[in-house]
């Protein structure tokens, strides 16, 4: 569901940037008080799985579509809804500024449908409300399926809208929202389904790694180096080989845009800022599209080098932001870690 620039005027990038920067910083000042040493190893690896996991497009049969996971859902279940905002916005960064994967304009579009929707409404009030009197494998798929329905039926609504704002008249609102919601159906229910099935095998190694679980608070495990390591050799088996076998169809966001606009491609407007952007988006991204700008630069295959790079830059940048975010608490407080360490 990354929205490409194309889908939106500058107007509509701009104050979507603006609202997203607001709330990350919101996030960021709640969050120094909560964070602790034991969350940050776990915010990488948990950020290099999302990126991995989000190349792997798996066909939507009958349809020419295919989808991708999201993965905040999942975020939310083992880090909680806070921390779960900062990783996923390091996910969309990465991809945009380094793989061409997203808008740089609507970067901020892209964060507020995949990172603030489910993350911070999403999931306090339909994950918590499904687990709240029991937490166990089943009301842990429950809650993952219902929260990816709900996750991406409003992120699809708010693309649409954010394209009827933007004056897209190539994609009227009512079909164009038709459509969206049709396909993401059957995406957000693959969704649920798979981050309910990493949800349960967390849970039976290490229930205390999830984030609902009402016997430890996160910053007190101490025995998650196990489900950890697996979690980072799964991104790197998953970005690395498994992307190899991703689905070549269009995702949900193109499928649709293509059926109801009848172009495979839409173009922008033209506009400065669209061209600056694209400008610095080309001069930065070094995998565009998960691949060697120039073929065959190195004998191993471009999706499978872009997968590895790819998580292991994400797992890096989601601990120093982490870090930098528990530095803030050490100055407020002259310690550094909170009282749920031990």
């Given at each position: 569901?990354?929205?490409?620039?194309?889908?939106?005027?500058?107007?509509?990038?701009?104050?979507?940037?603006?609202?997203?920067?607001?709330?990350?910083?919101?996030?960021?000042?709640?969050?120094?008080?909560?964070?602790?040493?034991?969350?940050?190893?776990?915010?990488?690896?948990?950020?290099?799985?999302?990126?991995?996991?989000?190349?792997?497009?798996?066909?939507?049969?009958?349809?020419?579509?295919?989808?991708?996971?999201?993965?905040?859902?999942?975020?939310?279940?083992?880090?909680?809804?806070?921390?779960?905002?900062?990783?996923?916005?390091?996910?969309?960064?990465?991809?945009?500024?380094?793989?061409?994967?997203?808008?740089?304009?609507?970067?901020?579009?892209?964060?507020?449908?995949?990172?603030?929707?489910?993350?911070?409404?999403?999931?306090?009030?339909?994950?918590?409300?499904?687990?709240?009197?029991?937490?166990?494998?089943?009301?842990?798929?429950?809650?993952?399926?219902?929260?990816?329905?709900?996750?991406?039926?409003?992120?699809?609504?708010?693309?649409?809208?954010?394209?009827?704002?933007?004056?897209?008249?190539?994609?009227?609102?009512?079909a164009f929202l038709a459509t969206m919601t049709i396909i993401?159906?059957?995406?957000?229910?693959?969704?649920?389904?798979?981050?309910?099935?990493?949800?349960?095998?967390?849970?039976?190694?290490?229930?205390?790694?999830?984030?609902?679980?009402?016997?430890?608070?996160?910053?007190?495990?101490?025995?998650?180096?196990?489900?950890?390591?697996?979690?980072?050799?799964?991104?790197?088996?998953?970005?690395?080989?498994?992307?190899?076998?991703?689905?070549?169809?269009?995702?949900?966001?193109?499928?649709?845009?293509?059926?109801?606009?009848?172009?495979?491609?839409?173009e922008g407007d033209g506009s400065s800022l669209h061209d600056?952007?694209?400008?610095?988006?080309?001069?930065?991204?070094?995998?565009?599209?998960?691949?060697?700008?120039?073929?065959?630069?190195?004998?191993?295959?471009?999706?499978?080098?872009?997968?590895?790079?790819?998580?292991?830059?994400?797992?890096?940048?989601?601990?120093?932001?982490?870090?930098?975010?528990?530095?803030?608490?050490?100055?407020?407080?002259?310690?550094?870690?909170?009282?749920?360490?031990?």
């Amino acid at each position: 569901m990354h929205m490409a620039d194309a889908l939106i005027s500058p107007q509509v990038g701009v104050t979507m940037s603006i609202v997203s920067i607001i709330t990350i910083a919101l996030v960021i000042t709640k969050l120094k008080d909560q964070i602790t040493t034991k969350m940050i190893p776990l915010m990488g690896i948990m950020g290099a799985f999302v990126f991995a996991a989000q190349m792997i497009n798996f066909t939507i049969p009958g349809t020419g579509s295919s989808g991708h996971l999201v993965g905040s859902i999942l975020l939310c279940a083992i880090l909680g809804p806070l921390p779960a905002v900062i990783v996923i916005t390091s996910v969309l960064i990465i991809q945009s500024l380094f793989f061409a994967d997203g808008g740089l304009l609507a970067l901020g579009c892209n964060i507020f449908n995949m990172g603030i929707i489910p993350c911070l409404i999403v999931y306090p009030l339909v994950f918590r409300l499904i687990v709240a009197k029991r937490v166990n494998a089943g009301t842990l798929t429950l809650a993952a399926v219902v929260s990816s329905i709900i996750a991406l039926e409003l992120g699809a609504f708010s693309v649409t809208v954010m394209t009827s704002l933007s004056g897209i008249t190539m994609l009227p609102f009512g079909a164009f929202l038709a459509t969206m919601t049709i396909i993401h159906l059957p995406i957000s229910i693959i969704e649920g389904l798979v981050t309910g099935a990493v949800l349960s095998y967390v849970f039976a190694e290490r229930h205390e790694l999830i984030e609902v679980y009402k016997g430890e608070e996160i910053g007190r495990v101490k025995t998650a180096r196990p489900v950890m390591i697996v979690l980072l050799v799964a991104a790197l088996i998953v970005g690395g080989l498994i992307s190899l076998l991703a689905s070549a169809y269009p995702d949900g966001l193109e499928w649709s845009a293509a059926r109801i606009s009848g172009v495979e491609e839409i173009e922008g407007d033209g506009s400065s800022l669209h061209d600056r952007l694209a400008a610095v988006q080309e001069k930065f991204a070094f995998m565009p599209d998960y691949d060697y700008k120039t073929p065959g630069t190195l004998p191993v295959n471009g999706v499978t080098t872009a997968g590895i790079v790819g998580s292991l830059i994400t797992l890096t940048v989601a601990v120093v932001l982490a870090f930098l975010i528990k530095t803030l608490r050490r100055r407020k407080y002259g310690d550094a870690d909170s009282s749920l360490v031990e």
